[in-house]
């Protein structure tokens, strides 16, 4: 499992089970099936496969199975993972998370700024914000 392929198999639909059939596998009582198809690596049954398991309590498992997408540095798992933590009231576990990923500018940042925002560290955010773009701004000689 590598970004670069979690990546296009997500954006492209391809090779993947697409989210649809994951929620309509859930719907239908297929809940072993997803849990399998997420230990294989499908990125969306595991990403609701999480989702559930945080929403019966059993936290540091849904953890586990966003372990391995987390670990590849794979922005959209580590986003995943802190909108977990901070529907769970672990907010600056979630921060802690994103921090690195905004710091490189791009999507995460708005994410990580309105994060942040959200847990009443407005100055941090528009500070933070300001601070990347006008670094991801020199470095694309913008």
């Known amino acids: 499992m590598d970004a670069a392929d979690l990546d296009y198999r997500a954006r ?3 090779g993947c089970i697409p989210p649809l059939l994951v929620s309509r596998l859930l719907e239908l009582g297929h809940e072993e099936e997803v849990e399998r198809q997420a230990s294989r690596g499908e ?3 595991a990403r609701e496969w999480a989702r559930l398991l945080g929403d019966r309590g059993r936290k540091g498992q849904a953890l586990g199975v966003l372990a391995p997408y987390v670990a ?3 922005w959209p798992a580590a986003r995943a993972q802190a909108e977990l933590l901070e529907s769970w009231g672990r907010a ?3 921060i802690e998370l994103a921090r690195p990923y905004a710091e490189a500018g791009g999507p995460p940042l ?3 700024a ?3 925002a959200r847990h009443g560290r407005k100055d941090e955010a528009n500070e933070h914000f300001w601070s990347t773009l006008g670094r991801v701004n020199a470095v694309c000689g913008g």
Request: negative net charge.
């Open 72 to 74: 590849t540095g794979w």
């Open 110 to 112: 708005e994410f990580f």
């Open 92 to 94: 600056a576990e979630a």
């Open 43 to 45: 990125w969306f049954c």
């Open 12 to 14: 492209a639909l391809s």
């Open 114 to 116: 309105r994060l942040l």
